[in-house]
């Protein structure tokens, strides 16, 4: 069983920039596909980002454009979202997620019904 933990939200204007960091502990992180979700007040839980176990497989939102960049650190146990040019529909509780299912397959890393552990999240909101 993992556990999850989000830091470094807050608020930014737009145009600013944010990394945040999710710290794994329990089972080996290695073992994990992890996931960065988003939700906004009165949307959907959406994904943002997802990364393989080795690392060299990444998927993105497509509304992102290129401005949010999904990393991990096995020494650190840790998945990071280095997000920039933000602007306020960004805005949202941003979660970390891991996966146990096999592969690495686009359409279904996308989706929180892959993701077993969750992270409580943490708040970003950027002010125009």
């Known amino acids: 069983q993992a556990q999850l933990v989000e830091s470094g939200g807050g608020l930014v204007q737009a145009g600013g920039s944010l990394r945040l960091s999710c710290a794994a502990s329990?089972?080996?992180?290695?073992?994990?596909?992890m996931g960065w979700f988003r939700q906004a007040p009165g949307k959907e839980r959406e994904v943002v980002a997802a990364?393989?176990?080795?690392?060299?497989?990444?998927i993105y939102a497509d509304s992102l454009k290129g401005r949010f960049t999904i990393s991990r650190d096995g020494a650190k146990n840790s998945v990071y979202l280095q997000m920039n040019d933000l602007n306020p529909e960004d805005t949202a509780v941003y979660s970390c997620?891991?996966?146990?299912?096999?592969?690495?397959?686009?359409?279904?890393?996308?989706?929180?019904?892959?993701?077993?552990?969750w992270g409580r999240g943490t708040q970003v909101t950027v002010s125009s």
């Open positions: 997620a891991a996966s146990e299912r096999p592969g690495f397959e686009a359409s279904g890393v996308r989706g929180p019904d892959t993701y077993t552990y």
């Open positions: 329990g089972r080996t992180f290695s073992s994990y596909v």
């Open positions: 990364i393989s176990r080795s690392g060299g497989r990444r």
